[in-house]
């Protein structure tokens, strides 16, 4: 049964932006831009004064005594934030922080997002990063061993909005000993959701693989898909489906290791076993549509819209392209959001989905050697991750970050998207979209080795060899 909605959201983990296959899209169900959150300008809490001046020197806010210039560099152009929640709330933010440190000159630098990448990537390779700068999860370990980013543990412990983080968010800005180096940013929507027809399978969609399978018999026999899925460009297999499927295989503190280098290997039984579970599903059972290594996402959901199959698996940007493709129809009242169903040898988590933030605002940790201006650093980091940039992302796009929201007005948003929230941010365990991280050239090997195994040419033991060899050689 879906939960009644919260009054202080709880949110989930991997920006969208970020994301190989699914990440190019954000979830954007929602109105336009309202009244912008009044910026909170309290002290700056910090390990060594747990607090800023109280004096407003040279007219900084309430406490932050530094009056010079602050560099921020971020991809949340006037361009992107069109539409984009995320980016429009971030822009949102600093627009405000402004306004409320008139003594501090904050200078951008805003660059599109493959663009942002190649700079932010230089600029480290030269030991020249900003002052303060959004970190990408996947450079995390190898940026904290090279010094280049300041470790935040303790200062986000002091932050005055700790108690309502997102503690899972922090995964991957995390090094193996435990140290934090980011404040998660922007939001994350889910790469990984069942819409449903409710008038073919109920209200509930089935909880394992095996009721699934003996539901798909009478679909089939009505000339009917039972799940449509399109996998032509190869990273929907791993964005929208193995990444759920093997956490519940494997655990998350697998591909913690991968990520961290710390044993797990790809070869490893366990994700062995989740490759050789989706073959079967794909190859060995008529569940899916015969032709989803040939079609689209795009395409795929298409036959979720015009009927001929009964359910579709996508992400959170394909759950805002179907609401407005069905509104106004009966499939339109009667779609319901699922999680995959659990395999009959899994034995980790049941009811997850994959969700993330994979930026966050990181410090140079050369600006530690000015507690003033650090001090400053550490109060825009807070107030651009805070309860506002939350508030302002849930009240006008139904949308999470990493801080629980204030109260939000329902009263805009029809039932699909307060359903659709609830699912996303409320109801659901979440695990790691397996793209966000590691190296594309590791990806390549496996989304397309994938490929192969889903039509029954290659084995999963050498789709896991084929991905550890890729491992090894390129993280």
Not at 46 to 51: L, Q, R, S, W, Y
Not at 130 to 145: E, H, K, S, Y
Not at 297 to 322: C, L, M, P, Q
């Amino acid at each position: 049964m879906k939960k009644k909605v919260l009054s202080i959201f709880l949110t989930v983990a991997m920006a969208a932006t970020l994301l190989t296959g699914c990440g190019d899209k954000e979830d954007n169900n929602g109105g336009g831009n309202e009244s912008t959150p009044t910026p909170t300008t309290e002290s700056t809490p910090t390990p060594e004064n747990n607090g800023g001046n109280d004096d407003n020197n040279g007219g900084a806010s309430d406490g932050l005594a530094y009056t010079g210039t602050l560099e921020l560099m971020h991809f949340s152009t006037s361009e992107e934030s069109q539409g984009n929640g995320g980016s429009d709330g971030f822009r949102t933010m600093i627009a405000n922080w402004k306004t409320a440190n008139p003594g501090i000159t904050l200078e951008e630098n805003v660059l599109a997002n493959d663009d942002y990448k190649t700079q932010i990537a230089t600029l480290a390779a030269a030991n020249d990063l900003p002052d303060v700068f959004l970190l990408q999860g996947m450079n995390t370990i190898a940026w904290a061993d090279q010094g280049l980013i300041l470790d935040m543990t303790d200062y986000i412990a002091a932050s005055p909005y700790a108690a309502d983080y997102n503690d899972s968010y922090f995964a991957p800005f995390t090094t193996p000993d435990g140290k934090i180096y980011a404040l998660p940013a922007l939001t994350g929507g889910t790469c990984t959701v069942i819409m449903y027809d409710k008038t073919v399978w109920g209200d509930e969609f089935p909880s394992t693989w095996e009721e699934v399978e003996a539901k798909a018999a009478d679909i089939l026999a009505e000339g009917k898909t039972p799940i449509a899925f399109g996998n032509s460009g190869q990273w929907q297999a791993n964005s929208c489906f193995i990444s759920t499927l093997a956490d519940r295989y494997t655990g998350p503190d697998w591909y913690m290791s991968m990520i961290a280098k710390g044993g797990a290997k790809f070869t490893d039984p366990e994700f062995v076993a989740a490759l050789a579970e989706t073959q079967r599903l794909f190859n060995q059972t008529e569940i899916f549509n015969k032709d989803f290594n040939a079609v689209s996402n795009e395409d795929a959901r298409e036959y979720y819209i015009d009927g001929s199959a009964t359910a579709f698996i996508g992400g959170n940007w394909d759950v805002s392209y179907v609401q407005a493709s069905l509104e106004g129809t009966d499939l339109y009242n009667n779609t319901g959001f699922a999680v995959l169903p659990q395999s009959a040898d899994a034995t980790h988590q049941r009811g997850s989905q994959n969700i993330g933030l994979g930026y966050g605002v990181a410090i140079n940790p050369a600006v530690a050697n000015d507690p003033d201006k650090l001090a400053a650093a550490l109060d825009l980091a807070y107030y651009l991750t805070g309860p506002d940039f939350s508030g302002f992302v849930a009240e006008n796009y139904a949308l999470g970050g990493l801080t629980a929201a204030p109260d939000v007005d329902w009263s805009k948003f029809d039932q699909w998207t307060i359903d659709f929230y609830n699912w996303s941010y409320v109801d659901t365990e979440t695990c790691e979209i397996y793209d966000s991280y590691l190296d594309g050239a590791i990806w390549s090997v496996l989304n397309a080795d994938m490929q192969s195994m889903m039509n029954g040419s290659m084995s999963p033991e050498d789709v896991a060899a084929n991905a550890q060899a890729a491992y090894e050689a390129n993280y």
